[in-house]
C-alpha cells in the first residue's frame, strides 16, 4: 500500500512539473510573439498613420459611406464574421479561445478567430500571411481602431477595404461588378451573398461553383436567423426566391 501511494505521488509530482514547464513555454512564447508583435504595429503605424490611411479610404473612388450600405448587408456580415461586434473592445476572447483550440487540435491555422475589427487592421496596414506576430500586431491596430473610431465608422471602413474575389475591393466594386447595381440598391439574398464571400473569396464568389455559392449564402441567413436578425419565416422566403 505504502509503494502504491508514492508511486501515485512521484506520478502526481511528474505531472505537475511538466504542466509547469508547459505554461512556462506558453508564457514566454506570448511573451515573445508579443513585444514583436507590438514592434510590427508601431512601425505600421509609424510609416502611415491611422488617420492618414483612412483617409486615403474615404477619398477612393466608389467609396460607400455607412449611411448607402444597407441594414441587410450590415447585419449579414455581423452575424457571419462578428456577432458580439457592437460589444467587444476590438478583440473577442471568447472567439480566439475556440479558434485556438480548432487550431491545436487541426495541428494548423484553419480559425483565426478575428473580430471585423480585426479584419479591418489586417486590410489597411498587413499582409494576408498567417503569422503570430502579425495577429499579435493586428491585436494592437484593432485596438487602436476601436478607440479612435465609432463602431459605424469600422464597418463603414471594411466594408471598403474587404476582398470580394475576381479583383473587386470594396463593397462598390463587388456590387457593381457582380450584379451590376449600386450597393443600396442590392436584394436581400444578393447582401447574405455578398457577406459571405470573404470568407474565401476564391470559392464563394458569384464566378465559382454555384453550389458552395448558395450553401455559403444559406449558411449566412441561419446565422442571421439564430442571431434573430431576421425570422426564420424571413429567411424562408428569401430563399423561396432563388
Known amino acids: 500500500m505504502g509503494n502504491r501511494r508514492r508511486k501515485k505521488s512521484r506520478t502526481r509530482k511528474r505531472f505537475i512539473f511538466l504542466f509547469m514547464v508547459l505554461l512556462g513555454i506558453l508564457l514566454v512564447a506570448a511573451a ?42 450590415v447585419e449579414a456580415v455581423i452575424s457571419v464574421e462578428d456577432h458580439r461586434f457592437e460589444k467587444h473592445c476590438g478583440i473577442d ?16 491555422f484553419i480559425q483565426g478567430g478575428s473580430t471585423i475589427t480585426q479584419q479591418l ?14 495577429k499579435a500586431a493586428e491585436v494592437f491596430m484593432a ?7 465609432s463602431k459605424d465608422e469600422i464597418f463603414e471602413l471594411y466594408a471598403n477595404t474587404v476582398y470580394f474575389g475576381n479583383g473587386y475591393y470594396g463593397i462598390s466594386q463587388a456590387s457593381r461588378g457582380y450584379f451590376g447595381k449600386e450597393p443600396s440598391d442590392l436584394t436581400p439574398y ?5 457577406a459571405g464571400i470573404p470568407n474565401a473569396p476564391s470559392v464563394y464568389s458569384p464566378n465559382a461553383d454555384g453550389e458552395l455559392v448558395r450553401q455559403r449564402t444559406k449558411l449566412v441567413l441561419d446565422r442571421m436567423a439564430a442571431n434573430k436578425m ?13
Open 190 to 194: 444578393e447582401c447574405a451573398m455578398l
Open 93 to 108: 476572447p471568447i472567439a480566439i479561445a475556440r479558434a485556438a483550440w480548432m487550431d491545436v487540435k487541426a495541428g494548423a
Open 143 to 149: 485596438l487602436a481602431l476601436e478607440a479612435a473610431y
Open 32 to 73: 515573445y510573439f508579443g513585444i514583436e508583435g507590438y514592434r510590427m504595429y508601431r512601425t505600421a503605424a509609424a510609416e502611415k498613420p491611422v488617420a492618414e490611411r483612412v483617409g486615403e479610404i474615404r477619398d477612393a473612388e466608389g467609396f460607400t459611406p455607412y449611411s448607402a450600405l444597407p441594414e441587410f448587408y
Open 121 to 134: 487592421a489586417k486590410n489597411m496596414f498587413f499582409t494576408q500571411k498567417k503569422e503570430l506576430e502579425r
Open 230 to 242: 431576421i425570422t426564420r419565416e424571413e429567411k424562408e422566403q428569401i430563399e423561396s426566391g432563388l
